[in-house]
C-alpha cells in the first residue's frame, strides 16, 4: 500500500472518532509507529496570562502529566524554542530544527532539557490558522523519532486532519459545515498536491502552464479557507473532493 493509500485509510479512522479523546487515541495510534507517543494541541495564551488559566487553551493533549504540570508551573511556553518557531513559520517542522534556527538561551535550553527527562527528546510541529483567526500549534514528540520524507509528509497531514476533526468536535461545526465549491480543475490540482505534486509537475501532467497550476492551488487553499498546502489537502479530503 502506498503512502497516500494509507494517509486515506488514517483518515478515514479519524473521521469516525467522535469525541476528543477518541482522535487523540487514533491519532498516536499512527504516529506512533514513527517514534511520535505524545501530543499537545491548542491555542498560545498571551503573555501574562495566569497560570491556572492556561490549561484552558488545550485542545488536545496526552502529554505526560508531570511534564504538563512542570511547563504550565514554570511558564515555559514563553520560552520554548519549539513555540517561537511556529509562530514564525507556517510549515510543519521537526523540534530538531528548532533547536538549530534560533539562537539557544539558557530558559530554551532548560525547555528542551527538561523535556528530555521525559522521553521527548524530537517530534513534529506545526501551527494551524482557524477561520476565525486562532492560531493552534501542534506538537507530536517521542524519545526516537525516525521519519523519511514521505512519512514526514504522511504524518503532517494525518495530524493536520486530526486537529481539524477536534476543532469539529469542539464546536459541533460537523453539522453546519459551510458549502465550498472547488472547480473541476481546482479539484484536479489538489488531487495531484496531495500526492506530493509540485506546481511544475501538476503543469505538466495537466497540460497547463505552471503559472496557471499555482493559480488554481492559491483559489483551492483559499476557498478552503487554508494557510498552507498540506491544511488545504486536509480540508479538501475531508470535504470529500479528494478520494
Not at 477518541?22 to 503573555?47: D, H, N, R
Not at 539562537?103 to 477561520?131: C, H, N, W, Y
Not at 495530524?159 to 459541533?172: N, P
Amino acid at each position: 500500500m502506498g503512502h497516500f493509500d494509507r494517509t486515506l485509510e488514517f483518515i478515514d479512522q479519524l473521521q469516525h472518532a467522535n469525541t476528543a479523546a477518541a482522535v487523540c487515541e487514533k491519532l498516536l495510534g499512527i504516529t506512533s509507529e514513527f517514534g511520535l507517543t505524545a501530543l499537545m494541541a491548542g491555542t498560545v495564551p498571551q503573555p501574562g496570562t495566569p497560570r491556572g488559566q492556561q490549561k484552558d487553551h488545550v485542545l488536545l493533549c496526552e502529554w505526560p502529566g508531570e511534564w504538563l504540570e512542570r511547563y504550565v508551573a514554570r511558564n515555559y511556553v514563553d520560552h520554548d524554542p519549539v513555540v517561537s518557531h511556529m509562530k514564525q513559520l507556517q510549515a510543519p517542522f521537526q523540534w530538531r530544527e528548532a533547536s538549530q534556527g534560533i539562537r539557544i538561551d539558557k530558559s530554551s535550553g532548560e525547555v528542551m532539557g527538561d523535556a528530555g527527562e521525559f522521553k521527548l527528546r524530537d517530534g513534529l510541529a506545526f501551527p494551524l490558522i482557524t477561520l476565525d483567526g486562532q492560531i493552534v500549534m501542534v506538537s507530536l514528540g517521542g524519545e526516537a523519532v525516525e521519519l523519511s520524507g514521505a512519512e514526514f509528509g504522511l504524518v503532517s497531514l494525518v495530524a493536520t486532519y486530526a486537529i481539524g476533526r477536534a476543532m469539529q468536535i469542539h464546536t459541533m461545526a460537523a453539522k453546519t459545515i459551510d458549502h465550498v465549491e472547488l472547480t473541476p480543475r481546482e479539484r484536479e490540482c489538489m488531487q495531484w498536491a496531495a500526492v506530493g505534486k509540485s506546481e511544475w509537475e501538476i503543469s505538466q501532467i495537466l497540460g497547463i502552464s505552471e503559472h496557471t497550476s499555482e493559480k488554481h492551488l492559491l483559489n483551492a487553499k483559499s476557498k478552503l479557507g487554508a494557510v498552507n498546502r498540506v491544511q488545504a489537502v486536509a480540508e479538501a479530503i475531508r470535504r470529500g473532493y479528494i478520494s
